[in-house]
Nanobody, 133 residues
Framework: QVQLVESGGGSVQAGGSLRLSCVAS?????MGWFRQAPGKEREGVAVIRTGGTSTYIVDSVKGRFTISQEYAKNTVYLQMHSLKPEDTAVYYC?????????????????????????????WGQGTQVTVSS
């Protein structure tokens, strides 16, 4: 199983920026970022096709967050700008292995947007992001 290690969380004031990093120990088909605020369900934030160009950002953070990768370093980033107090959460990196016969949409994007987090195979330990007003 792929090991994922996140870094880059911290505390910022509203309007600030943070960049989260996630390093994978092996092959992944796609990598996503999820977050979980206290008392709320884990939700998908962004996903990227490993080694490709396909990305998806959920509407609630679109225009403020971007996802990118350094394929040679097995690293995915979540750049967060204009942070708001409601962005406060533990942020998790997750990856999915290739599933034969499934498209990028079915494998990676749909599970992220529909809450089927269990379809992602590997998870990092999480990194806390706290945004104060």
């Amino acid at each position: 199983q792929v090991q994922l290690v996140e870094s880059g969380g911290g505390s910022v004031q509203a309007g600030g920026s943070l960049r989260l990093s996630c390093v994978a120990s092996g092959y992944t088909y796609c990598m996503g970022w999820f977050r979980q605020a206290p008392g709320k369900e884990r939700e998908g934030v962004a996903v990227i096709r490993t080694g490709g160009t396909s990305t998806y950002i959920v509407d609630s953070v679109k225009g403020r967050f971007t996802i990118s990768q350094e394929y040679a370093k097995n690293t995915v980033y979540l750049q967060m700008h204009s942070l708001k107090p409601e962005d406060t959460a533990v942020y998790y990196c997750a990856s999915r292995a290739y599933a034969y016969g499934l498209s990028w949409y079915s494998s990676c994007l749909s599970p992220l947007t529909s809450g089927r987090t269990y379809e992602y195979n590997s998870w990092g330990q999480g990194t806390q992001v706290t945004v104060s007003s």
